[in-house]
């Protein structure tokens, strides 16, 4: 039996857009763009990248929350998309998400207890005594006390709300996680206890993550392998010890030099990238990051490079590393 849990095979997630306010004409979005990539089980594979490269849109894809408009998911060896509905809503008690923003993922109409046993009682998991029981468990597993179960989403911390959304995630005790920025909208003091809290989850439920974040230092903490998206593509997945050691891809190596570093006496030379982000309606031809590379030559407006294997389970899609 495979250790791969979810895989994805050229995936694309396009949207049709107006060109204007007024204009009824329309044109493609790339958000997600051929992303081939694999999970294994009981794997953290972190992505990372700047606002607008596609990263949540991925992970909503990938749970089929947003249809694919091409390409395949592959959950434990099945193709999400041949299923039916029913089949689909089954495969929903296995794969789960956790959002960014805690306050606006939750009904601030409903107590903490209602909203874990919600999902428990839809999908006729127990009954509601026995619901009631496991609510209290899983408060408890991610460190909150068993009579909050009676609040409201209002009178918590942005902390302890993200808590109650990793227990609502809980509730149908699933094997795969996104994690869509969990600890972005959190104190910096909060970070690093949430991040800990689904290190332990991971640990004692065998869980498997993809961990979706633009700090690096956060998916360090956290991530077994790390995938760098770029404009709706994969430009780069290593180990995560290994990326951290030699990075190789342009992009990578100007996201690691952004990274604040303790002041020294020793000036460091690093990568600026030059201009924004281009837009994904109109991509550059070829490479979609040599507007922005230190390194692009000719074949980069021509030839839209691969991920390809260079050792130590490092992949990386750039010119530079052609044989």
């Known amino acids: 039996m495979s250790d791969i849990l979810v895989e994805t095979k ?21 958000a997600v763009d051929r992303v081939s990539v694999t999970i294994s089980k009981g794997e953290t594979l972190g992505l990372v990248g700047e606002s607008g490269c596609g990263k949540t849109t991925f992970g909503k894809t990938i749970l089929y929350l947003n249809r694919p408009t091409s390409g395949q998911v592959l959950y434990d060896g099945t193709d999400i998309g041949t299923l039916s ?22 009904n601030t109409r409903m107590s903490v207890g209602d ?15 026995e619901s009631h029981e496991k609510v209290r468990e899983l408060l408890e597993q991610v460190g909150l006390r068993t009579f909050h179960e009676s609040r409201y989403p209002h009178e918590f911390s942005g902390g302890q709300r993200q808590r109650i959304a990793i227990a609502r995630a809980l509730a149908v005790d699933p094997e795969f996680i996104v994690c869509d920025e969990p600890v972005s909208a959190l104190d910096v003091s909060v970070q690093s206890q949430v991040l800990n809290l689904l290190s332990e989850l991971k640990e004692k439920r065998g869980l498997t993550y993809l961990f979706i974040s633009h700090d690096l230092s956060v998916v360090r903490h956290i991530s077994d392998r790390i995938g760098v998206m770029y ?11 290994e990326l951290f050691r030699s990075r190789l891809h342009p992009y990578t190596k100007a996201l690691f030099d952004a990274m604040p570093v303790p002041k020294s ?19 550059p031809s ?34 530079l590393f052609d044989k």
């Open 10 to 30: 050229e995936l694309c997630e396009y949207f049709q857009v107006k060109k204007g306010f007024l204009s009824s004409e329309k044109q493609t979005l790339k």
């Open 85 to 106: 509905k029913e089949d689909l809503r089954k495969l929903r008690l296995r794969m789960q998400i956790v959002y960014q923003d805690p306050y606006g993922s939750l």
């Open 115 to 129: 909203i874990l046993q919600e999902p428990m009682v839809y999908h006729r998991l127990c009954t509601k005594k």
């Open 231 to 241: 404009l709706g593509q994969m430009v780069e997945t290593a180990p995560e010890e």
């Open 265 to 283: 006496g020793v000036r460091l030379k690093r990568t600026t990238l030059q201009g924004d982000l281009p837009s994904p309606i109109n991509p």
């Open 286 to 319: 070829g490479c979609h990051f040599r507007t922005r590379c230190p390194y692009c030559t000719e074949k980069c407006s021509q030839v839209q490079p691969v991920l390809k294997d260079v050792g130590n389970g490092h992949f990386v899609a750039c010119h």
